[in-house]
């Protein structure tokens, strides 16, 4: 059953998810994002559960005028998990994500990192950080975060769609 404060911060969450973007739209016309893939050393994938929007996912966010997608996907993952890029990135793909606009496109990046994950969020953002079996994902595992899943494990080839 889901909380009275649950509903409200999904509402909240939603509200300012769709605010977001919509202030992208306007100021970018494209949006691009950056998901970091990571793996534990027994296979588990990191995950992050935001504050403003439902679902679990690879941490990542936006790409902001002047920035890398390198340097913005060191800078969310640091932010999201407490974890540093070890190494060069290997970009597992070019999705576009059309389940929020017909304008967004999300990089994938498979990441090796250093460090450990804080045993609370140290982002207001962040509701929860974790790492999970692809056997046994939580609730609300977004789609498309799972389609990388499988491609990284299965070794196919991935999808054009987030």
Same mark, same amino acid.
């Given at each position: ?29 494209? /949006? ?18 935001? @504050? ?16 890398? @997608? ?10 999201? /998990? ?28 498979? =990441? ?43 070794? @196919?080839?991935? =999808?054009? /769609?987030?």
């Amino acid at each position: 059953m889901t909380s009275v404060s649950e509903q409200k911060r999904g509402l909240v969450g939603s509200l300012f998810s769709r605010a977001l973007h919509t202030y992208f739209l306007m100021a970018r016309g494209l /949006t691009l994002g950056v998901r970091a893939i990571v793996r534990s050393d027994d296979g588990k994938f990191l995950m992050v559960r935001h @504050t403003y929007t439902p679902g679990w996912h690879f941490p990542g966010g936006g790409v902001e005028k002047g920035e890398t @997608t390198a340097s913005a996907l060191a800078n969310e993952l640091r932010q999201e /998990t407490g974890l540093r890029l070890e190494g060069t990135p290997v970009l597992h793909g070019v999705f576009h994500n059309n389940g929020i606009s017909q304008r967004d496109h999300v990089l994938a990046y498979v =990441c090796n990192v250093k460090g450990s994950v804080a045993s609370k969020p140290t982002s207001l953002e962040i509701a929860e950080v974790g790492y999970f079996d692809l056997a046994d994902l939580p609730d609300g595992t977004d789609p498309g975060t799972i389609r990388r899943m499988r491609e990284v494990v299965g070794g @196919t080839a991935p =999808c054009k /769609t987030w």
